[in-house]
């Protein structure tokens, strides 16, 4: 059983920036690769970022790449994802998410979620 806590969401103008953590319960989380995944209203949840166990590999959607990093801490069982040149397409709730194999896009693969951290980025 993995728990998932977000924080770092708020109110950001266009341009600015946000750093998304994720903490995690348990021992084993160098087993979980990690992902980042958001939902904005009317809209279906979208991936946006995923990373292997040891943090060796990330994958990026292509909406986000070269703006949002992400990034895992395994000794403080948390995972990052640093958002730079925000625009206001990328307001939305943002979930982690932990999966017991390789990083994956897919949504349906994820077993843990968090609650989501609501991000606003304001024209």
């Known amino acids: 059983q993995v728990q998932l806590v977000e924080s770092g969401g708020g109110l950001v103008q266009a341009g600015g920036s946000l750093r998304l953590s994720c903490a995690a319960s348990g021992r084993t989380f160098t087993k979980y690769a990690m992902g980042w995944f958001r939902q904005a209203p009317g809209k279906e949840r979208e991936f946006v970022a995923a990373?292997?166990?040891?943090?060796?590999?990330?994958y990026y959607a292509d909406s986000v790449k070269g703006r949002f990093t992400i990034s895992r801490d395994n000794a403080k069982n948390t995972v990052y994802l640093q958002m730079i040149s925000l625009k206001p397409e990328d307001t939305a709730v943002y979930y982690c998410?932990?999966?017991?194999?390789?990083?994956?896009?897919?949504?349906?693969?994820?077993?843990?979620w968090g609650q989501g951290t609501q991000v606003t980025v304001s024209p």
């Open positions: 998410a932990a999966v017991p194999k390789a990083a994956a896009r897919d949504i349906p693969l994820y077993e843990y």
């Open positions: 990373i292997s166990g040891s943090g060796g590999s990330t």
